[in-house]
């Protein structure tokens, strides 16, 4: 497992996501309910959520590259987000998994959830682009 | 009788809606409107960096910026504050966007059913005809305009 912060962008970090572990190499992102994530009084802001699912989907992929030895730039291609329910004042956890890894691209598909994992909040899919930094 | 609610207005809603929340962080702020669209822009900031090593945007503001300026569209069209639900939201992303650059978000909602609004829209750097992201969505209307609550 990387140093977790690196796995972080500036904005991610200031949004207040943190990685909390891993499973099945990929990092497990939490968020806490806070003023700043919040959109309709009392549930996650869409916007907040999707950057968390985005989050853990560049996480999962990054963890993998790093594992295989590759450091190229990522670049978002598109990102589809399914709202599933209100996203409540609680603890939210993200974990991405990785679809397909290509040579130049990637397929990430990415959960949302709170209580129950059985019950995601909402799902992503992601195209991700790998692009060398020689390039 | 209750007196008919004023119809929805972006401009005035938004001074509200950019002084709270996630909007408020984002320091999201009003543009310009018309019938069924809304402009939005989101102010460049350090700290919502994407990248260590470039000025550029994350996508996640980016993203929350489209949602906002989706419901804001929708509740211009309908001319009524209800609440509504993102359902999906599909942001396909051209090219970063320019270093140390503001970021303006245009959405329209170009059809309404009973229960659905389908929206669409672009989000650019300063010239709409080179977009850094376009997007499409549909929400879901899930009950009636809290401001008519008391008249219920």
Same mark, same amino acid.
């Given at each position: 497992?990387?140093?977790?912060e690196?796995l972080l962008s500036?904005?991610a970090r ?5 990685v909390?572990?891993s499973?099945?190499g990929?990092p ?5 309910f806070?003023d700043i994530?919040q ?7 869409g916007?907040?959520? /999707? =950057?968390?699912? @985005? ?6 992929l990054?963890?993998?590259?790093i594992?295989e030895g ?7 291609i598109?990102i589809? $987000?399914? #709202?599933l329910s209100a996203g409540?004042q609680?603890?939210t956890?993200a *974990?991405?998994?990785i679809t397909r890894l290509?040579r130049?691209? +990637?397929n990430?598909?990415v @959960?949302a959830w !709170?209580?129950?994992?059985d019950?995601p909040?909402?799902?992503?899919i ?5 692009a060398?930094r /020689?390039a | 009788?209750?007196?008919p609610l004023?119809?929805?207005d972006p *401009?005035?809603?938004s001074k509200l809606?950019t002084q709270? =929340?996630h909007?408020?962080w984002?320091g999201?702020?009003y ?9 939005? @822009?989101l102010?460049w900031?350090?700290d919502?960096l =994407?990248e @260590?090593?470039?000025?550029v ?5 980016i ?6 300026a989706?419901g804001?569209?929708i509740?211009t069209a309908t001319?009524?504050f209800?609440? $509504? +639900?993102?359902?999906d939201?599909?942001v396909?992303? !051209?090219r970063?966007? &320019?270093e &140390? /650059?503001a970021?303006?978000?245009?959405v ?7 229960s659905?609004? #389908?929206v ?5 750097d300063g010239?709409?005809d080179?977009? $850094? +992201?376009?997007?499409? =969505?549909?929400?879901?209307?899930i009950?009636?305009d809290?401001r008519?609550? /008391?008249?219920?």
């Open positions: 497992m990387p140093d977790p690196s500036a904005y200031s949004l207040g996501i943190a909390n572990g499973e099945d990929a497990l992102l939490t968020i806490e806070s994530v959109g309709r009084p009392g549930a996650f802001h916007g907040a959520t /999707s =950057g968390l699912l @985005e989050t853990a989907g560049y996480a999962a990054r963890a993998r590259l594992e590759r450091d190229p730039q990522l670049k978002p598109n589809t $987000v399914q #709202f409540k609680k603890q956890y *974990k991405g998994r290509g130049r691209n +990637a990430v598909s @959960e !709170q209580d129950n994992r019950r909040i909402a799902t992503a992601m195209n991700i682009l790998m060398d /020689s | 009788m209750a007196k004023p119809p929805f *401009k005035e809603a809606f709270y =929340g909007s408020g984002l999201l702020r543009s310009d409107h018309g019938e069924d669209w809304v402009e939005l @822009e102010p900031r350090e919502l =994407g @260590e090593d470039r000025h945007l994350a996508s996640g503001p993203i929350s910026l489209l949602d906002m989706s804001m569209s509740w001319k009524t209800t609440p $509504v +639900a993102t359902l939201l599909r396909d992303y !051209q970063p966007a &320019r &140390r /650059s970021v303006t978000a245009r329209e909602c170009y059809r309404r059913t009973k659905a609004a #389908f669409r829209g672009i989000a650019h010239d709409p080179d977009p $850094v +992201a376009t997007m499409a =969505g549909v929400f879901m209307t009950a009636r809290p008519s609550a /008391s008249h219920a």
